[in-house]
């Protein structure tokens, strides 16, 4: 029987892994430096005129946001697709070798749909990319080139270090892609930036959770932010088994807002460029009646009037530069509405670390939708 002091305590893995994503992303950075990774990726794949993001769950939702930046900082032309697209429907691969890299992303190398993915383009003979988390793995056997993050691998089931970390990697590499060395640099300066955030916005989320009750949570974004919308969401729905939606931000006025009351909470991740026409919808759901919580860099009054909650993260990095860290209210949100529940965000009912289906897919283990 195991000792008290031995005991887990509910959320504990989760809180370590959130906190240590500033300094697990400067680790990570110079692990990649000194091991020339990306450089050698990007010499591998320099001809290529597409790049494809695949995923599932988490992993799709890095995928979203990573093309969005492979797409602004080359020119080249980068798009996201689930794994289970590729199995379903193959054609949305070109058939052509080297017209197009496919990315393989999974945290654990071991997802069934991402392998059964990667085994159809070595099939077709077309060289892919995989990001993980975990080293020996089968995804790693299949793919051409890999970039390998350990640092960032986590206990708990949830995904927190591990998106913002392979986010950043391929944002990184669509800077080495595009022989943008100060958007590189501009990575590094968020990641030391980012330190300080953290533990003061622990307390601001834990005391407005505290204070507050929800039916439905919703996060928005528009752009490199709509991935992170999702994740945010899936976060909250994964951590503390809640109701939570992602739209895009504008679009969430076309049906949606029907929803809108004080009993929704509204997550909007405020962009930079779109800042004005997103303010708007901020303040139209806000004279609707609902709880607003806005993450932006930097806000002016329109927007404090019309959140409930705002935190700013004041980052002097360029707009794409600073997508991870608009994802700590989310994660953290999640993790302190599944404690206020009594429950434990490190290990949700009904998912396991990894989605592994058995070769009837009728028949799977419990599933997890971040892998």
């Known amino acids: 029987m195991p000792s008290p002091e031995n005991k887990h305590v509910p959320g504990s893995y989760s809180l370590e892994e959130i906190l240590s994503q500033p300094q697990c992303w400067i680790d990570t950075f110079e692990e990649l430096r000194q091991q020339n990774t990306l450089q050698s990726v990007a010499n591998r794949f320099a001809q290529a005129a597409e790049w494809l993001f695949i995923g599932c769950g988490s992993s799709y939702y890095v995928a979203l946001s990573a093309a969005a930046t492979m797409s602004r900082l080359t020119g080249l032309r980068a798009r996201a697709l689930p794994a289970s697209e590729i199995l379903l429907y193959p054609d949305a691969v070109p058939s052509a070798a080297g017209a197009v890299v496919p990315v393989l992303i999974s945290r654990s190398g071991l997802t069934s749909e991402v392998l059964a993915a990667a085994e159809v383009l070595k099939s077709r003979g077309i060289p892919s990319l995989a990001i993980t988390c975990a080293s020996g793995q089968p995804l790693q056997a299949l793919a051409s080139e890999t970039i390998l993050l350990g640092r960032a691998d986590e206990k708990s089931t949830v995904m927190t270090r591990s998106f913002t970390s392979m986010l950043l990697a391929l944002q990184a590499l669509a800077a080495q892609v595009a022989g943008d060395s100060g958007f590189l640099d501009s990575l590094s300066r968020m990641a030391h930036q980012s330190v300080p955030l953290l533990p003061s916005l622990l307390k601001t989320v834990r005391t407005f959770v505290s204070n507050h009750e929800f039916e439905d949570y919703v996060h928005l974004g528009q752009g490199p932010f709509f991935g992170l919308a999702c994740e945010g969401a899936l976060k909250v729905t994964e951590m503390s088994v809640s109701y939570a939606q992602s739209f895009h931000t504008l679009e969430f006025r076309h049906g949606p807002k029907s929803i809108v009351g004080p009993e929704t909470l509204l997550v909007f991740l405020l962009s930079e460029s779109g800042y004005q026409a997103e303010c708007e919808a901020l303040r139209e759901m806000k004279s609707l009646g609902a709880t607003t919580v806005t993450v932006t860099n930097q806000a002016d009054g329109a927007v404090r009037a019309a959140s409930d909650l ?13 997508l991870a860290p608009y994802l700590f209210v989310g994660q953290l949100l999640g993790l302190q509405t599944g404690l206020k529940k009594d429950l434990d965000p490190d290990s949700p ?20 939708v971040s892998i």
């Open 349 to 368: 009912r009904n998912l396991s670390r990894v989605v592994v289906l058995d070769d009837d897919t009728s028949s799977a283990q419990p599933e997890h």
């Open 310 to 322: 705002l935190v700013e993260l004041q980052l002097d990095v360029p707009e794409y530069a600073r």
